[in-house]
């Protein structure tokens, strides 16, 4: 499994943006698709966005669209998540993770990860 460790996060008004930066330790992070979650307070954690193995593929819920951009550098072990236009309802902790397998498909639902980091706050005011 990969140990992962998220930053990036802080406190922005709406309309702001934010990189949010997952660093993952182990040489077979480019073996994973990865992805972003969030949970808001007094909310269940929920997907955001994910990434396949070779940066090729995307995938994000709709509230997010055209707003947040995940990327991957394989060669630095890291991934990122660009948050444009950011909105109060984006006010949650976000978290990395990684699947159980390698080299599987896109995956959204929790019980898919079995690597998270610690997670990363970002707050949003309006």
């Known amino acids: 499994q990969l140990q992962l460790v998220e930053s990036g996060g802080g406190s922005v008004q709406a309309g702001g943006s934010l990189r949010l930066s997952c660093a993952a330790s182990?040489?077979?992070?480019?073996?994973?698709?990865m992805a972003w979650f969030r949970q808001a307070p007094g909310k269940v954690r929920e997907f955001v966005a994910a990434?396949?193995?070779?940066?090729?593929?995307?995938f994000y819920r709709d509230s997010v669209k055209g707003r947040f951009t995940i990327s991957r550098e394989n060669a630095k072990n890291a991934m990122y998540l660009q948050m444009d236009s950011l909105k109060p309802e984006d006010t949650a902790v976000y978290y990395c993770?990684?699947?159980?397998?390698?080299?599987?498909?896109?995956?959204?639902?929790?019980?898919?990860?079995?690597?998270w980091g610690q997670g990363t706050q970002v707050t949003v005011s309006s």
């Open positions: 990434i396949s193995w070779s940066g090729g593929s995307t």
């Open positions: 182990g040489r077979t992070f480019s073996m994973f698709s």
């Open positions: 993770a990684a699947p159980r397998g390698t080299y599987g498909p896109l995956l959204d639902a929790e019980p898919d990860f079995g690597s």
